[in-house]
Nanobody, 116 residues
């Protein structure tokens, strides 16, 4: 049974940092790319960052330079380090695994609120 559990969200002041974690189970984590998405109320989920099984990374332009995705295959965990946070980064953040032969799994999300 595939499970993804996000944690690390919270309330942070503008300019602050957070590190989100996503603990995965139920599949061979080290073989799959993992991604982080965000979703604002009334909007579709949008990709924030992706990390390949090789460790290669991809970032969307809007957050490039302020977020870092990483993974620890020994812990079956993917991280999203978020720095220099802005109020517009406020959102629900989800991790996603695309498990062969093609099913997408999502966690329940972790809320990030950037406010003074």
């Amino acid at each position: 049974q595939v499970q993804l559990v996000e944690s690390g969200g919270g309330l942070v002041q503008p300019g602050g940092s957070l590190r989100l974690s996503c603990a995965a189970s139920g599949f061979t984590f080290s073989r799959l790319g993992m991604s982080w998405y965000r979703q604002d109320p009334g909007k579709e989920r949008e990709l924030v960052a992706y990390i390949y099984s090789t460790g290669r990374t991809y970032y969307v332009d809007s957050m490039k330079g302020r977020v870092t995705i990483s993974r620890d295959d020994a812990k079956n965990t993917v991280y999203l380090q978020m720095n220099s946070l802005k109020p517009e980064d406020t959102s629900m953040y989800y991790c996603k695994a695309q498990v062969p032969p093609g099913t997408a799994y999502w966690g329940r999300g972790t809320q990030v609120t950037v406010s003074s």
